[in-house]
């Protein structure tokens, strides 16, 4: 089955970038969607469509996908957006949704 | 609003079958395209989808799990039921049902809160 593989932790520091990657087998040609957890609560999704962002969600969250990685690229990070971060994509050969395995964004 | 709620029991033991309701309200499945899925998350894990319905009964499983899942839909109660056979102590986590993004998108864009399903005898 589809695997989609991330670090399971980024450090950054206040006001850097942060960015997280998520691989998967020609991730390019599909459709790739990303939530933010943070403790205790329920996913909340960022991107979707690789670069799309739900209204709410501030620029400073942009999603790229290409080859074989798909990034989620966090600027001027804030204390706010220390969490957990999951890439998601529908597999059409399986036809099954797959969750990354996720990544913790710790803001120093 | 788009709200969704999810209840059952929060402890089970080996071997029962967990059956969990997800309550939702802002949206109906008299609609074309809607969906409802669920999701679950272990402690401390990541998350692992579990099953979808779509308005028109359309279902999909995990493959891992598609044995002990069966997903069904109520359109006059707006609800979602959930059942999962044999349950053991790995099956602990949170349980979540969310809206599956409509216009044919393959993500979910509301979600319940959780509940908390502790498997132990």
């Known amino acids: 089955s589809y695997v989609l593989t991330q670090p399971p932790s980024v450090s950054v520091a206040p006001g850097q970038t942060a960015r997280i990657a998520c691989g998967g087998n020609?991730?390019?040609?599909?459709?790739v969607h990303w939530y933010q957890q943070k403790p205790g609560q329920a996913p909340v999704v960022v991107v979707y469509?690789?670069?799309d962002r739900p209204s709410g969600i501030p620029e400073r969250f942009f999603g790229s996908n290409s080859g074989n990685t798909a990034t989620l690229t966090v600027s001027r990070v804030e204390a706010g957006d220390e969490a957990d971060y999951y890439c998601?994509?529908?597999?059409?050969?399986?036809?099954?949704?797959?969750f990354g395995t996720g990544t913790k964004v710790i803001v120093l | 609003q788009i709200t969704l709620k999810e209840s059952g029991p929060t402890l089970m033991k080996p071997t029962q079958t967990l059956t969990l309701t997800c309550t939702f309200s802002?949206?109906?499945?008299?609609?074309?395209?809607?969906?409802v899925g669920w999701v679950r998350q272990p402690p401390g894990k990541a998350l692992e989808w579990l099953a979808l319905i779509y308005w028109d009964d359309d279902k999909r499983y995990n493959p891992s799990l598609k044995d002990r899942l069966t997903i069904t839909k109520d359109t006059s109660k707006n609800q979602v039921v959930l059942t999962m056979t044999n349950m053991d102590p790995v099956d602990t986590a949170t349980y979540y049902c969310?809206?599956?993004?409509?216009?044919?998108?393959?993500?979910?864009?509301?979600w319940g809160q959780g509940t908390l399903v502790t498997v132990s005898s």
């Open positions: 969310a809206h599956n993004a409509e216009a044919g998108r393959d993500y979910f864009d509301y």
């Open positions: 998601q994509v529908w597999d059409s050969t399986s036809d099954h949704y797959v």
């Open positions: 020609n991730i390019g040609s599909k459709s």
């Open positions: 469509d690789d670069s």
């Open positions: 802002g949206f109906s499945f008299s609609t074309s395209e809607v969906g």
